[in-house]
């Protein structure tokens, strides 16, 4: 059984930084993408940065563009999102997914399997 655990989310100010994790178990994730993505209260679900495993190629929001960076290591099932220069508007839950194919996409409905999220909570 798949699993994906969140980490590193956290109450900080703006302008400072924070790295998520996400580790997989219970499967093969090397033809996978992983993805990031964000909900903050009373908002959609929105698509924040995602990684092909093989090969390492990445994709942003041009929200976060310049200011995160994914990426991952692929011994260790794990992929992390480094968030610099936060801002209060990045306030959210974040949640790492996993979708069954090397093709990058932006639409949450497009991946398989979710972790239960972390909250980042950015103080102006």
């Known amino acids: 059984q798949v699993q994906l655990v969140e980490s590193g989310g956290g109450l900080v100010q703006a302008g400072d930084s924070l790295r998520l994790s996400c580790a997989a178990s219970?499967?093969?994730?090397?033809?996978?993408?992983m993805g990031w993505f964000r909900q903050a209260p009373g908002k959609e679900r929105e698509f924040v940065a995602a990684i092909r495993l093989s090969g390492g190629s990445t994709y942003y929001s041009d929200l976060v563009k310049g200011r995160f960076t994914v990426s991952r290591d692929n011994a260790k099932n794990t992929v992390y999102l480094q968030m610099n220069s936060l801002r209060p508007e990045d306030t959210a839950a974040y949640y790492c997914?996993?979708?069954?194919?090397?093709?990058?996409?932006?639409?949450?409905?497009?991946?398989?399997?979710w972790g239960q999220g972390t909250q980042v909570t950015v103080s102006s």
């Open positions: 219970g499967g093969t994730f090397s033809g996978h993408v």
């Open positions: 997914a996993a979708r069954k194919s090397p093709i990058i996409v932006v639409h949450g409905a497009a991946y398989d399997y």
